[in-house]
């Protein structure tokens, strides 16, 4: 098992504390250029959608599996992880031959549009989506 797993796995094992929940790693939006913002998002994309099926090999009720959609629009990237009534949508805009990321999402306040640091910064988001989702339970 991936080290990913391991942590879905201990999740559903244990309870976790709110106070050690993981905060996916945000900065504020800024502008990439296309080809760069594109990459950065096709990259994001990718990771998500290997972290989904690793949680989905560890979670045994088909039912209460993660899941992964896209929307693609004339001026926008976007996808969607969502866990039991609980969303987070990664997304990236074209304007002004410029690029913009964005994140919005369940436990995810932030007063300034936000993006992901990176790809690193999924694990956690995906994390918060669970435990959130299994403390409302």
Same mark, same amino acid.
């Given at each position: 098992?991936?080290?990913?797993?391991? *942590?879905? /796995?201990? !999740?559903?094992?244990?309870?976790?504390?709110?106070?050690?929940?993981?905060?996916?790693?945000?900065?504020?939006?800024?502008?990439?250029?296309?080809?760069?913002?594109?990459? *950065?998002?096709?990259?994001?994309?990718?990771? /998500?959608?290997?972290?989904?099926?690793? /949680?989905?090999?560890?979670?045994?009720?088909?039912?209460?599996?993660?899941?992964?959609?896209?929307?693609?629009?004339?001026?926008?990237? /976007?996808?969607?992880? *969502?866990?039991?009534?609980?969303?987070?949508?990664?997304?990236?805009?074209?304007?002004?031959?410029?690029?913009?990321?964005?994140?919005?999402?369940?436990?995810?306040? *932030?007063?300034?549009?936000?993006?992901?640091?990176? @790809?690193?910064?999924? @694990?956690?988001?995906?994390?918060?989506?669970?435990?959130?989702?299994? !403390? !409302?339970?």
């Amino acid at each position: 098992m991936t080290p990913f797993m391991l *942590r879905v /796995a201990e !999740a559903f094992d244990e309870r976790v504390d709110e106070e050690e929940w993981p905060s996916p790693d945000l900065r504020p939006a800024r502008a990439w250029d296309i080809g760069t913002g594109t990459d *950065r998002q096709v990259a994001i994309r990718s990771y /998500a959608e290997q972290l989904v099926c690793e /949680a989905n090999a560890v979670i045994s009720t088909e039912a209460d599996h993660l899941s992964l959609d896209d929307e693609v629009g004339h001026e926008e990237l /976007a996808f969607n992880i *969502r866990y039991r009534g609980r969303a987070a949508r990664v997304s990236l805009m074209y304007a002004d031959h410029l690029a913009y990321g964005q994140i919005v999402g369940d436990g995810i306040a *932030r007063s300034e549009p936000s993006e992901l640091s990176g @790809p690193e910064a999924l @694990p956690d988001l995906l994390m918060l989506l669970i435990l959130e989702s299994q !403390a !409302a339970a």
